[in-house]
């Protein structure tokens, strides 16, 4: 992660929903020995925005979302995919980062 422009070290220098759409969109950014896993809390979304901002006390949705100014619901569709959120891909290895990326964007547009 050393070389990456400044902006990009704004946008990821404290928690919200750009910086870890960014993140999501861009593994070089991720750090060291991360690895994508949807179905596993320390390595899907949750578990990437505790590792890049430490402040965030665990990877669960009210704890990221809180510091992402998601609304709670929101935050379980986005990082659980509750209610059927993703559609049947739900269960599977198939929820990419790239995935819930987007789904944040639509989740914090007014």
Known sequence: ?????????????????PGLVYALRHREVWP??????????????MGLACKLWREIPGP?????????????EYSYKVF????NFYGNS??????????VANALERMAQP
């Open 90 to 99: 739900c269960n599977s290895v198939y929820i990419t980062p790239e995935i």
């Open 32 to 45: 060291e020995n991360f690895k994508w896993n949807f179905l596993r809390n320390r390595s899907c979304a």
């Open 60 to 72: 669960f949705p009210e704890d990221v979302g809180h510091f992402l100014n998601l609304k709670p």
């Open 80 to 83: 659980y995919g509750s209610d």
């Open 1 to 17: 992660m050393s070389n990456i422009n400044d902006r990009v070290k704004a946008l990821l220098a404290y928690p919200s929903v």
